[in-house]
């Protein structure tokens, strides 16, 4: 089990966003989180990086990520736990005053990469999964918006993480990127990641279905008519990138 979250609450400034959550996602599994704005969908992927506390109300509380016990997680154990997690943000969060190559170099020496000859083989494999090898010499402000989303999700594989988390990675692209970039998202979900989605876009997925739950006042709620499971038309433009199991 990747996460595996029961009875606990979320909080915001000493708030509760959501009260008695309950959640289990396995391996290979893409979860969309859906719900208004401020309805704690934000605020809960957090939790599983630990930048957002969890509150353990009672003996049958469970909050654990990748086997670590966040009711009782220690701080010197967080980056070990966010080494094993992608992060994949609306507004990219690339570094505007490098290259590509040298914003997938910065996260690998930060994570403890210190043979320089690993990471450029890294850099090179993961901007082959998402079809971006030509573009290592570029600077963000060069390259378009799913571009950029595409390097994003290159820096969340870098350490070939079982969970990936991607907050609203569509919500600054045109329709046919964003289509590309969910795409993408899919197929790793189907190379067995763990793909955790928070969107608005019920057309995305219901192109790329997965399970769904939605924030709704202050409870967290799976969605019984949840899309059909049918696999969708991964072909032409809109086929994402090639996921190398081999990697």
Not at 67 to 74: E, H, P, T, V, W
Not at 161 to 172: K, M, Q, R, V, Y
Not at 195 to 200: D, L, M, R, Y
Request: one cysteine or more; charged letters at 30%.
């Amino acid at each position: 089990m990747i996460i595996r979250y029961n009875k606990v609450d979320i909080l915001r400034k000493e708030l509760v966003v959501l009260k008695k959550v309950s959640l289990q996602i396995k391996p290979g599994e893409l979860v969309y989180l859906i719900g208004r704005v401020g309805s704690g969908k934000s605020s809960l992927m957090k939790t599983l990086y630990a930048e957002v506390p969890v509150k353990c109300n009672d003996a049958d509380s469970v909050a654990e990520v990748l086997d670590y016990n966040l009711c009782k997680l220690k701080r010197k154990q967080i980056p070990f736990l966010r080494r094993q997690i992608g992060i994949v943000f609306q507004d990219f969060q690339l570094l505007t005053d490098r290259s590509v190559k040298a914003n997938l170099d910065f996260v690998l020496q930060a994570t403890g990469w210190k043979d320089k000859a690993a990471r450029e083989e890294r850099i090179e494999s993961v901007l082959r999964q998402v079809g971006m090898t030509n573009k290592s010499y570029k600077m963000p402000h060069e390259l378009s918006g799913g571009e950029q989303q595409r390097i994003a999700i290159a820096r969340a594989m870098l350490n070939d993480p079982s969970l990936i988390l991607a907050d609203e990675p569509t919500g600054n692209l045109d329709p046919e990127t964003g289509e590309q970039i969910m795409a993408g998202l899919y197929e790793l979900a189907m190379s067995g990641k763990a793909v955790i989605v928070a969107t608005h876009n019920m057309g995305l997925m219901r192109r790329f279905p997965g399970i769904v739950y939605r924030c709704e006042d202050k409870a967290l709620i799976r969605e019984e008519d949840s899309y059909e499971r049918n696999s969708p038309a991964l072909t032409g433009e809109n086929a994402g990138f090639s996921i190398d199991e081999h990697e």
